[in-house]
């Protein structure tokens, strides 16, 4: 299994940017994808997860609800991540991940419990 992040950079508060991740070793379209993020001094936090079952589901944290949105391109093997009206609170490494077949219930309380494959991750930074 592995998952390469990209797209990541410096954008100004109100830009936009969109995150990729390469996906492989594993049929996407079985497994829960979800972006993470970590700022400095910060826990890990769940900001967005998508599952193909039961006709897609998406989800998102209060944080960037309304701004981020999930995609994913199951037959391409890739997952996106786009980011608008971003706040230099987003600023962190973004992180995807897999593991689950399942949306875990405890991703709602932000826990990443059950994702076992992550990537690298990219850092996004965000001026005010």
């Known amino acids: 299994v592995q998952l390469v992040e990209s797209g990541g950079g410096l954008v100004q508060a109100g830009g936009s940017l969109r995150l990729s991740c390469a996906t492989s070793?594993?049929?996407?379209?079985?497994?829960?994808i979800g972006w993470f993020r970590q700022a400095p001094g910060k826990e890990r936090e769940g900001v967005a997860v998508?599952?193909?079952?039961?006709?897609?589901?998406?989800y998102y944290s209060d944080a960037v609800k309304g701004r981020f949105t999930i995609s994913r391109d199951n037959e391409k093997n890739m997952v996106y991540l786009q980011m608008d009206n971003l706040k230099p609170e987003d600023t962190a490494v973004y992180y995807c991940?897999?593991?689950?077949?399942?949306?875990?219930?405890?991703?709602?309380?932000?826990?990443?419990?059950?994702?076992?494959?992550w990537g690298q991750g990219t850092q996004v930074t965000v001026s005010s």
């Open positions: 991940a897999t593991g689950p077949r399942y949306i875990p219930s405890r991703w709602f309380d932000g826990s990443s419990d059950g994702f076992g494959y």
């Open positions: 070793g594993f049929t996407l379209s079985v497994y829960v």
């Open positions: 998508s599952s193909s079952r039961d006709g897609g589901s998406t």
